[in-house]
């Protein structure tokens, strides 16, 4: 009889003794019983027999999980603060017999990019390191150089892997990748059926796939003879996890880059404090068209002023067409009452409930309740509620109302729900069947518009006050980005609604000049000169969650090395009828930190290390 260590797939708990009659592989999937219920693991290591009695395995299947990928998991379980099980999980184990396909190489187009001289230096730069960071302006060629660099990876018998924030992973971009590697290139994402995803991973495995895109999942497919990562529009929060494991693509991917000895690229034009101070960098400058945008100020508050609409109309005239950022989904995102200050507020959450008049109902964007609109004021029964905060819904709605001839399309979550209708949007955009995007950060997600001529960056102020050590950082990065989708090939104007034109002002021609200041505000009190970790606490009974954390907060003022930066309510005290409280920590060393997580863990406490949200 034979005895293993099997970490739990999916399961917080820690790996458990299982027995089986025969031998078996490191890293093999089996099928188990666990008080009574069936579930899945991986066997870790085999081990001594033990003095207690154990369960059998029950199936083994032709499955198995590679060294580098137990390594991967063991890494994020110790520096995440999850299981090894919980790690495991996200990773998508090998066939145990397959039969690669070797795709020659005449079967690829060949290659029909040319590079400017300064996208020549960027791409000597990143051969020359195994970590770097390609820091290049909107439109300054980025993917003509990843392109060239996988050609080459290719080339060397490879294959490559480019992480992209999901909803950039447009029909621009595939095409672009097919016109060059033709039928080699495979997308992987959220939205594909069953069907896809297998017939999809066959050619992943098989090796007939030899440039695999998609979002932060794509970083755990089984890919054999990987040779090179990119993670382009590194910056995006889409990249952090806000669920257990909260691991960072990002850096997972440079962390797997680093194991198997391939280089990893790093790229954006608004590029993260944290890459740019960490890794080597090549700065690429300037747009492959030689447009201009100028930037107008308005200093106003959150609304729909005439001179937009001017601005939108005459842009429209000109048979030009035009985006306008609102940070906020639905119709508006609060309801008021004027005659008690009462703000209509989520029973499970303690958070304000958007309106959505096509729904004619008020939803929860945290926990996704919905409750019809009251008519009168819940608290004091009077009829004097009002709406705050605009929303993308209303705003489309003002527009359409302009001209009956200005063609107006939402470009948010609330309608752009499958990839079809995203592709649907994004090519009657570029035919010009849409004349007005109106949406929110869905429109800086890397998407190419050639004929935007007008940008309207609406509730930026909103960003930039937000209790945020990273406020500053977000706000410049995605006004940056928003306005890099205009521009393109003609000059275009770019409205920002905000008080603080010269902040914005001082960096929008200099981004690295942004990033130095900012690192040396940020010296010795924030990432990246420290390292930071949230412990949140969130249970049903509020007082149970606020003694635990106390608790940790007692045993952590008696450590070294390790600060408590701040603890307390969490800003959204309540989400899913459950109260949270967490507690910010800072540290020189990320072991000193993961020491401290440990001494005071607790089934109510979440880690997010390296936080990038503190609500």
């Given amino acids: 009889m034979f005895f293993y260590q099997i970490s739990l797939l999916g399961s917080p708990l820690e790996s458990l003794t299982y027995h089986h009659s025969g031998s078996l592989p490191i890293g093999s999937k089996v099928a188990l019983t666990l008080s009574n219920r069936s579930a899945e693991g991986v066997v870790i290591s085999e081990v001594e027999k033990p003095l207690f009695s154990t369960q059998p395995i029950v199936e083994i299947f032709d499955l198995f999980y590679s060294d580098t990928q137990i390594q991967s998991a063991q890494f994020m379980a110790e520096y995440y603060g999850c299981s090894l099980g919980e ?312 527009f359409g109302k302009l001209s009956e001839d200005l063609r107006v399309q939402q470009f948010d979550r609330d309608v752009i729900t499958t990839q079809n209708k995203l592709i649907k949007v994004l090519e009657a955009f570029n035919k010009h069947e849409i004349d007005l995007l109106v949406g929110t950060q869905m429109l800086s997600k890397g998407h190419d518009y050639h004929d935007i001529t007008l940008a309207v960056v609406m509730g930026i102020d909103n960003l930039l006050s937000q209790s945020d050590y990273r406020a500053r950082e977000k706000a410049l990065s995605l006004l940056v980005q928003i306005a890099g989708r205009s521009g393109r090939k003609q000059n275009a104007t770019v409205i920002v609604q905000s008080f603080n034109e010269s902040f914005f002002r001082s960096y929008l021609d200099d981004y690295e000049k942004f990033l130095i200041d900012e690192l040396r505000i940020r010296d010795g009190r924030y990432s990246p000169t420290k390292k930071l970790a949230r412990l949140l606490y969130a249970h049903k009974n509020g007082i149970k969650a606020k003694s635990e954390m106390e608790r940790a907060v007692m045993q952590i003022e008696q450590m070294a090395n390790v600060q408590i930066v701040g603890y307390g309510a969490s800003p959204i005290e309540k989400i899913a009828d459950k109260y949270r409280f967490q507690i910010l920590l800072r540290s020189d060393k990320s072991t000193d930190l993961i020491r401290a997580i440990k001494h005071v863990k607790s089934p109510l406490c979440e880690i997010d290390m390296d936080p990038i949200e503190f609500t």
């Avoid at 090998?94 to 070797?102: A, D, K, N, R, T």
């Avoid at 970083?219 to 889409?238: A, K, T």
Wanted: with cysteine; proline share 6%.
């Fill in 87 to 398: 790690a495991l999980n996200l990773f998508v184990p090998y066939p145990i017999h397959h039969e690669p396909v070797e795709v020659a190489h005449h079967e690829r187009p060949p290659v029909n990019i040319t590079l400017s001289e300064s996208q020549l230096k960027a791409l000597d730069f990143i051969r020359s390191h195994k970590v770097s960071l390609l820091f290049g302006d909107t439109g300054a060629g980025k993917s003509e150089i990843y392109m060239r660099r996988m050609d080459e990876v290719l080339s060397d018998g490879k294959r490559a892997l480019l992480l992209l924030p999901e909803i950039s992973l447009t029909p621009q971009m595939e095409t672009r990748f097919k016109n060059h590697f033709g039928l080699s290139v495979v997308l992987w994402h959220s939205k594909m059926t069953p069907k896809q995803k297998k017939v999809t991973l066959e050619k992943i495995v098989d090796g007939s796939a030899h440039i695999i895109v998609g979002p932060r999942s794509a970083l755990f497919l089984p890919i054999r003879d990987l040779g090179l990562i990119v993670v382009d529009e590194e910056h995006d929060e889409s990249y952090k996890s806000s669920s257990r494991p909260r691991y960072n693509a990002r850096d997972m991917a440079v962390y797997i880059g680093t194991l198997i000895k391939i280089p990893v690229v790093l790229g954006s034009a608004t590029p993260s404090l944290t890459s740019y101070a960490k890794y080597p960098f090549f700065r690429l400058r300037g747009g492959y068209f030689e447009s201009k945008r100028t930037f107008v100020f308005e200093p106003s508050i959150e609304a729909l002023t005439q001179s937009i609409d001017n601005r939108v109309m005459e842009n429209f005239e000109k048979a030009h067409q035009a985006i306008v950022f609102i940070p906020t989904r639905a119709n508006f995102k609060y309801t008021v009452c004027d005659g008690c200050g009462y703000h209509v507020e989520c029973p499970f959450c303690s958070v304000g409930m958007s309106q959505h008049k096509n729904s004619r109902a008020l939803k929860c964007h945290y926990c996704n309740y919905t409750e019809v609109v009251p008519k009168v004021c819940p608290k004091c029964q009077s009829g004097a509620l009002r709406t705050a905060r605009l929303g993308t819904a209303e705003a489309v709605e003002h």
